[in-house]
């Protein structure tokens, strides 16, 4: 297993109860209800942000990081930050703060 595997895992963990592991692409996905909520795309885990919040515009200063794009790369998520496994500490904060969106959002 690589780090970026074992991070996710230990994330999955921490979560447990609030959010359910899936899979979309191929990758293994943390979702809230039907909504995804973070996916691991190599040593990347994307976490849906709110491109008009604060959140994002932070966690693309975070060194390493920047808008998810999955697979080959050439389709960039505007409301996603790719948070490379180096930041794995980092990882819980910005998935909470995806939770508390899609709740405030009533989407789950």
Do not use: H, K, N
Not at 27 to 55: N, S
Not at 63 to 88: I, N, Q
């Amino acid at each position: 297993m690589s780090d970026a595997t074992d991070a996710f895992d230990a994330l999955a963990a921490r979560f447990e109860g609030a959010l359910e592991r899936g899979r979309m692409m191929g990758r293994p996905t943390l979702q809230l209800g039907r909504r995804m909520v973070a996916c691991l795309d190599g040593d990347v885990l994307g976490i849906r942000l709110d491109r008009a919040g604060p959140d994002l515009e932070r966690a693309l200063t975070l060194p390493g990081t920047g808008l998810f794009a999955p697979g080959s790369g050439t389709r960039r998520f505007r409301d996603w930050a790719g948070l490379p496994v180096e930041l794995a500490d980092a990882w819980d904060e910005y998935v909470a703060a995806s939770v508390a969106l899609l709740q405030r959002a009533g989407r789950s």
